[in-house]
């Protein structure tokens, strides 16, 4: 996947959820402006259901990465608390979402502990049939997931 995949002309469907601050709250919304876009576009409730569930992990991970060691939401220039977007993309064979932050650090998988609550997100995506990856431009960075659509999808974006 290139680093700019969303800004190619292929995208059927395009939407965003506005900036907001990478609180605790932040996954519900965005959860909820994935299940009304998809809906919008016609997406299958199983395949929307799942994108949901996707992007809800990627949102709680950059909302963690923006968390202080105390547990308090860090802040950026401006004394503003740092912010997450949620982008959706569909070019009617597949659904992208990208989720952005201004958090420090990298995105990885790691095995979770047998007993651990965190850990298992990254390797859930994967089992729902979904690749991620991430890349960086200056201080923001993108944590991307895709997954394929089904025939039933397809043809609705088509209609």
Do not use: F
Request: net charge negative; aromatic share 6%.
């Amino acid at each position: 996947m290139t680093a700019l995949l969303a800004q190619a002309p292929s995208w059927l469907h395009s939407s965003s959820m506005p900036p907001v601050a990478a609180l605790r709250t932040a996954a519900g919304m965005a959860r909820l402006h994935v299940r009304a876009v998809l809906a919008e576009w016609g997406v299958d409730t199983g395949t929307s259901e799942d994108m949901e569930l996707i992007v809800s992990e990627l949102v709680g991970n950059a909302v963690n990465a923006s968390t202080g060691s105390d547990g308090r939401p860090l802040y950026g220039l401006g004394g503003l608390v740092l912010p997450v977007q949620v982008y959706l993309y569909t070019d009617g064979a597949r659904l992208l979402a990208e989720i952005w932050d201004e958090a420090p650090g990298q995105p990885y998988s790691r095995p979770p502990g047998s007993l651990e609550e965190n850990g298992r997100g990254l390797t859930m995506i994967r089992e729902l049939g979904a690749r991620w990856g991430w890349w960086q431009r200056g201080n923001r960075k993108c944590v991307w997931a895709e997954m394929p659509l089904g025939s039933d999808d397809a043809m609705a974006l088509a209609g």
